[in-house]
């Protein structure tokens, strides 16, 4: 009549979810701001294997360094996007508090500016809201002591409240916003918010795509078309308007340095394209002039 324990099953089986359903860490990595595309990746197995293969996988695809050279200071300033540190062992917290019982999985959101980490449920009393906003917070009583104990022994906690205060200190020291950690009145749900170093700002692909279009094109444009699309900026205006901007007495010279050219590369269009030689005719940049706009400026 031998039975496995409850912390047996959860560290020396293959697979504890076959007993805990959704005892696992399920990592999402928000690639928009809707919410309509998405990666999605699901760490399984003994808990302790679990959390060293998340961390591996946060520290090789999330976590990323930038060197910042200092004027007058012969060592670089290091940084990054999130302090490894922080992140372990808010993971590290999140498996030692949450309720195998609930079938729930620890969840980490990975968004443009910030690392959410979300277990459930929300941390036993005396914890509350106001003790999470001091730097130690002091906890008494622990959901999971066992899982503590052997987390403690592979070196993965230490189980006596320093968690909350190793995060902060490490955030502290990257030059990162404070931690953020917050429950619900009624204690459903406990979430740990760790911003994105400000120093480390990352472009979108669709960024880095238009600075690269606007390179391109500003390396093509000659001087004539720069000044039609610096004086037409975000109005719309006629040749004679423009003419008489840029000084210009020539029609057909303006025609054809000035206005055909912006119009063949896609900078300028007409207000009335399906009549071109209306005398109500005015011109107004488009996107791609606009952008090209922003670069000159």
């Known amino acids: 009549y031998l039975k496995p324990l409850n912390i047996g099953l959860l560290f020396f089986t293959s697979d504890p979810s076959k007993y805990f359903p959704y005892a696992r860490i399920e990592i999402v990595e928000f690639l928009d701001e809707v919410g309509d595309n998405l990666e999605e990746k699901i760490f399984t197995g ?23 050279k200092i004027d007058g200071q012969a060592e670089s300033n290091r940084f990054y996007n999130y302090p490894y540190e922080a992140i372990e062992e808010s993971l590290v917290n999140a498996v030692y ?98 911003k994105i170093n400000p120093d480390f700002k990352i472009k979108k692909a669709t960024d880095q795509a238009t600075d690269q279009v606007s390179d391109q094109v500003s390396d093509q444009v000659s001087d004539q078309v720069k000044l039609v699309i610096i004086n037409v900026k975000n109005t719309e205006k006629n040749v004679k308007d423009i003419m008489n901007n840029l000084k210009l007495k020539h029609v057909t010279n303006f025609r054809k340095h000035y206005l055909k050219p912006a119009l063949n590369m896609g900078l300028l269009e007409m207000t009335i394209p399906e009549k071109p030689k209306s005398r109500f005719q005015k011109y107004r940049l488009t996107k791609k002039g606009k952008m090209l706009l922003e670069k000159i400026k």
């Open 97 to 194: 508090h949450k309720s195998y019982e609930i079938r729930e999985p620890i969840e980490i959101s990975i968004k443009k500016d910030k690392i959410e980490i979300l277990s459930i449920p929300g941390s036993l009393p005396p914890t509350n809201n106001d003790s999470l906003k001091k730097y130690k917070v002091t906890a008494r009583t622990y959901r999971n002591r066992r899982i503590g104990d052997f987390l403690k022994e592979l070196h993965l906690t230490e189980g006596r409240a320093t968690g909350f205060p190793k995060i902060r200190k490490s955030m502290k020291i990257n030059g990162s916003p404070n931690p953020i950690f917050q429950m619900d009145n009624d204690r459903t749900y406990f979430l740990t918010t760790i």
């Open 46 to 68: 003994p808990l302790h294997i679990q959390i060293r293969s998340a961390l591996q996988y946060l520290k090789n695809n999330i976590i990323k360094e930038r060197v910042k």
